[in-house]
């Protein structure tokens, strides 16, 4: 692998190191609300993957047709709007997302007094 | 413990391997696909209206034109996601009014609010010009609730006359704009007889319901797309406020520190129906 290609998967190793580390904090950290933080992270790093996928590299702008711009030029230069478009109600609904489990981590509190899965386990009830 | 440890870090790290595997089956990152290409050329094309949206901006055109269903139940989740937040804390739900901060900070704060709520419906309008959209404004606009509510406190939502069944018609009647702008050619193609289909926006060959395409300004352009986004900033905004609003006062008030005041029968019934 020569230096120019790591280059080019740079963005892609960054976004594998985040999955990693979300799937960590998913399965292994013991706090819920550690776990939500986590999965919230996750989702940050798909959009990351989508953003990456559609970048166009060199001269590139918005996908916004401005006035006075050419139609070939704009097909040219802008970036991927698809892309875009993904990662726009991905992140209202990764949030709406959020704000459900935390109603009901709170819940969960509220009926054990703690969110350790741990010490929930041996509670038993 | 230590052995637990090692074996956590080693299932992360044989997890990074293998996605970094997978990850090299990718294209190389850094030009745009076919499809990508389609939406950029057919967005704006005024040489071929048959298939454009009427929108300069691809990325709305896409959102409620060529992926309007898509868009469409998008909402329906979120809207999903409202109702199960709203299930779980609606019961308890009451507003109560204290004496609020000094006259300088609660006109300060109207007056931010009125800025940012305006940025919000700003970004909204001119999605089609620049860059910005419903799912964007209506963030921006629960920014300014959850703002009031951090830096300010609880007490001060009530002179904002805002409450949650409030927030409740707003939602509902962005959910109304949005519904009759997609209901809209259905009614068209029944009254007249010729071809539409639900959420169309511009003409097609075979379906010649389309909206204007500009509004009366070259620069509000987009047929339908500018009143359903004003109907989803509405939506996503208010669905928001409502999340915030019972996750905050609802999720810590559990030690109902405040019934001073009238009203508080149906939070006690709540309480005890809980428990």
Redesign the interface.
């Known amino acids: 692998m020569n230096p120019t290609s790591l280059i080019?998967?740079l963005?892609?190793?960054l976004?594998?190191?985040m999955?990693?580390?979300c799937?960590?904090g998913v399965?292994?950290k013991s706090n819920i609300f550690k776990k939500i933080l986590a999965l919230f992270f996750f989702t940050d790093a798909v959009n990351l993957l989508y953003i990456?996928?559609?970048?166009?590299?060199?001269d590139s702008i918005?996908?916004?047709?401005?006035?006075g711009m050419g139609?070939s030029e704009?097909?040219s230069r802008?970036?991927?709007?698809?892309?875009?478009?993904f990662v726009?109600?991905a992140?209202?609904?990764g949030?709406?997302?959020i704000?459900?489990l935390?109603?009901?981590a709170?819940?969960v509190y509220?009926h054990y007094g703690t969110l350790e899965t741990r010490k929930i386990k041996e509670l038993r009830g | 413990m230590k052995a637990r440890t090692l074996a956590e870090v080693l299932f992360t790290a044989a997890l990074f391997l293998v996605l970094a595997y997978a990850m090299t089956g990718y294209p190389e990152f850094g030009f745009v696909r076919p499809l990508g290409g389609f939406f950029l050329y057919h967005t704006f094309n005024e040489g071929n209206p048959g298939l454009w949206s009427g929108s300069p901006n691809a990325v709305t055109g896409i959102l409620w034109d060529y992926r309007g269903y898509d868009t469409l139940f998008e909402t329906m989740v979120f809207y999903i996601g409202t109702v199960a937040v709203v299930i779980f804390f609606e019961r308890r739900a009451r507003l109560r009014q204290t004496r609020g901060m000094s006259m300088i900070v609660s006109a300060s704060t109207r007056l931010i609010f009125i800025f940012i709520i305006t940025s919000a419906l700003t970004i909204t309008i001119f999605s089609v010009k620049g860059s910005g959209g419903g799912f964007q404004g209506g963030s921006i606009m629960a920014i300014a609730y959850v703002a009031i509510l951090v830096a300010l406190s609880k007490g001060f939502l009530p002179q904002l006359k805002i409450n949650v069944k409030r927030a409740h018609l707003l939602r509902t009647l962005g959910l109304t704009i949005i519904a009759a702008m997609t209901l809209t050619p259905i009614v068209f193609s029944i009254a007249t007889g010729t071809e539409a289909f639900a959420l169309q926006n511009q003409a097609k060959e075979w379906a010649p319901f389309g909206f204007p395409a500009f509004l009366g300004l070259r620069s509000l352009s987009g047929g339908s797309i500018i009143p359903i986004q004003i109907g989803e900033t509405l939506f996503v905004g208010m669905g928001f406020t409502i999340m915030f609003t019972l996750l905050t006062l609802k999720g810590g008030d559990e030690d109902g520190d405040g019934e001073e005041e009238g009203g508080g029968g149906e939070k006690k019934a709540g309480k005890e129906a809980e428990g």
């Open positions: 080019v998967y963005p892609y190793i976004v594998v190191l999955v990693a580390i799937v960590y399965v292994f990456i996928q559609g970048y166009r590299r060199g918005p996908p916004i047709l401005l006035p139609l704009f097909t802008a970036v991927d709007p698809l892309a875009h478009y726009v109600t992140v209202v609904i949030l709406a997302e704000a459900t935390s109603a009901l709170i819940y509220r």
